[in-house]
């Protein structure tokens, strides 16, 4: 499948960032999706490249000298054979055979939708945003804390789908507790498949159920297309200090066997899963990114797999995770170096925070962890919208403003218009020293494209907004959520396919237990 | 004065960000203060040297074809006499004029403080912070706004003097309504050199107030110090579009006359005091720049100036002003590549938002904005802690937390340590798969320097957030404020000094009328 699905910038400018746009929103036209963004600005390089070549051979020197637990015969005895030194379950990679196999990983892919209109092309200079990911509790729409439900993941599966700056549907969005857990993945996938037509996730919190999601895959999209095709990007994540469990491997490998991608992610909270140190955090971390890419490519020779990455730092005095802190933003900037190094694609950041509220610390870590994201030459960003309290809660109001500053930051990812309409001398002729511009006639032809407005943050006079009930920030996001979700209409889902889909569901839930075992 | 003034970071690590810093402060020990920071990490490049050339080519076009007025007779001759095509008070320059004027601002100079263990740097790979400026609206101490007094300003003094990361004391923090409009400006200087000991802006409003401050830095300093070195770093602003007005050039004139530093910044609201095009409209900013920065070079050659840089802009829904989107920070990177074509030291950005609160709105605009003003090479940061509400209002709280976003980001401007030490490969030898680190003899050893652990920004879990009463980033920062403010203890100030500074300000308070005639 060729990779041109590119979202021309330029020539639908006005209907992105424009009043347009935002007119056709506020009467309920149909709203403009983006499939993704293509960044036409620099990244930013952190550090030079020896710098970048230190952190790669001291990732080396772990997997070689120390080595990394692969807690699955299959996967050691298919290292072994690859070429690596396995003692037990401790598999020790030499960085030849690391870099053999990494030079197979796919610079980039199609993920297809099942709406051609929304497949994503991840790697290269494009990004794709995708909603948090995992949270039990939410902030709901009264702005209370309470357990997810099966409900809510589908209203934020809802919100991803309206949201022009979402281009992905994402996964767990918020773990629905109301749903048995050995039956709770049907639920999920079903729900991203009926409720969007965006791209989504597979689950992977045990290999069967990374078995369903492709076997749902095969209904909806059709056994041969997904043979051929790329229609899940799913997560697996490393645990740190390295080690790949049989219940992630066994997942990896279901995607691995069927051409699916995954983000391969160490989750890593640095100076208590990784040393007290940045340098070492990124170093080990990259070691297990790259030894779990590099399996894949084993089980599957130029499967599209995902550099992943999650950092947080522990506070050394409550132990408590912290994000957007400094060493975070060296370790996202570090990060899209490696990846840039191996030519594979990157997931990295997102809208972290700490904050149990979408009060000014939750902006703050969200908006410092974010910008390095951006900045860092990201791919894939997973947490885009509605992380709270260390990813514990998946905020409704959170999500929307978060969205708002996405739409701000994929804008500000366009090149700078230097033509000469962009360089606007013509106005500066016109109106000349100690008038405005107001009226001038460069600015009557431009006033539309005009900057960029922000519906939820508020730049009227303290007057007004005092008039409209002084509301913060997150009052008026949730708000926002509420009318949205009220305004929502499903994408047309072809009836067979659903019918099937819900038998599959139900032969499955009556196979699966209630609890776990 | 030789620029050897700097900050060694590596040196003196653990008492900036570390824990034994934290320890000391809430133990009540001296706050260790810093001069200003040296950034050790690359800027970001966000155009091309095509770019940053067509832009500077367009602003030469501005100054030479439309010009620019300068409202000042005094002015208008100096022009003259210089090269210039002046016709009325329109003033055209040739671009060869403009540029081997600005090749004579110094790259950077050396603001003096009363204590010369507070001398700022200004220019190079340093940045100077100071916290906002001229807001006539204070949200106070129990969170309410109302008109700013006096003591607003010297609480706001106080606070930054306590503030490590601030290296500088700034000017009219808030305005001091409470104070007669043509004597305020006495106060507001001699509230700077009482309370605190850092380094100062004199005030411009008016040509006398000007000469005013530099007559108080006589007294503070002696005649001898300030006619030799600079003492202050004022602010100027030019009327967008291209109009310098007789009352900013008077102010300028004294301040060059005297030898001391000014931050020449036009203040525009893109889209009514500028074209509606982001490139147009950093043109216009720069032109209005550098024919500020040269006219202070004719008035005395080599004299320390500063290119300043406000730009907003403008909702073309509501005309309200908006800051954090993404055109102003194109505009910031942007006019950091011009200041540093021009080799001038740069003022720009800060913790810019147009929210009424310090909620999640206010976050992520500062953080944009702050973001942006740091990766642009900013050598000094105007409203770098309390700005609320398109500056209208100054926040106790906005105040505090800012300081701590200010801690990390300029924490993140370090250099990653790629050390052995940094690199952690030990650790990872004597942990290995499945362990953690927290106990290991590397964590001893390094823990104390430890990751950037927040002190307002609350990383605890939801219960015990609970039990500390639910309390918004906001409530816990203005009661930082209340606190800090009880704990402020005054430097030592020569008792003949004050003497004679009160004495200065009784007779100037006798002849200043009570109103603005």
Known sequence: MPLDGGYDMAQTRGRRGGRARRHRERIGAPIVQQR???REIPVYELLDEAGVDLLHDTSMQILEETGIDFLDDDACRQWKEAGADVTGRRVRIPRTLIENLLAMVPESYVQMARNPERNVVVGGD???????????????????????????????????????VLHHSGGIICEPVDVPVPRRHLDIVYSHMKYSDKPFMGV????????????????????????????????VNCNSPLVWDGSMLGALRHYAEHNQAVLVTPFIMAGAMAPVVTAGAIAQLNAEVVSGLA??????????????????????????????????????YAVGQL?????????????????????????????????????????FVLHAAGWLEAGLTA????????TEQVA????????????????????????????????????????????????????????????EGELTHDERAVATARRRLEAYEPPPLDEAR???LQDFMARRKAELPETVS
Chains 1, 2 share one sequence.
């Open 339 to 379: 990846a840039r190094r191996y030519r594979v694609p990157l997931r990295s950041g997102g809208m972290l925070n700490g904050a149990k509220i979408a009060d000014a610390q939750a902006a703050y870590e969200s908006m410092q962890t974010m910008t390095a994201t951006l900045l860092a030459g990201t791919n």
């Open 126 to 164: 494009n990004t794709v945003f995708a909603p948090t990911f995992g949270s039990p509790f939410v902030r709901d729409l009264a702005n209370q804390r309470r357990y997810a439900t099966l409900e809510d993941l589908q209203n934020f599966v809802k919100l991803a789908y309206m949201s022009p």
């Open 204 to 235: 992977q919190s045990a290999p069967e159920r990374a078995l369903d999601s492709c076997r749902m895959c095969e209904i909806l999209f059709g056994a041969d297309t997904i043979r051929e095709n790329t229609v899940m990007t799913s997560v």
């Open 395 to 402: 905020g409704y109001g959170k999500f929307i403003m978060d």
């Open 36 to 38: 993704y963004i293509t």
């Open 295 to 332: 399996y894949a490519q084993i089980v599957r020779p130029g499967v599209p797999m995902v550099y992943g990455s999650f950092l947080a730092t522990v506070s050394m005095r409550s132990g408590a995770p912290m994000m957007g802190t400094p060493e975070t933003l060296q370790m996202i």
């Open 498 to 500: 659903d019918e099937a």
């Open 408 to 467: 701000m930051l994929q804008s500000f990812c366009r090149r700078l218009d230097l033509s000469e309409n962009g360089l606007g001398l013509e106005a500066i002729r016109e109106v000349g020293p100690g008038n405005h511009f107001l009226g001038c006639a460069h600015t009557r032809r431009n006033y539309l494209e005009g900057f960029f407005i922000p519906e939820i943050a508020d730049n009227n006079s303290f007057e007004q907004w005092q008039a």
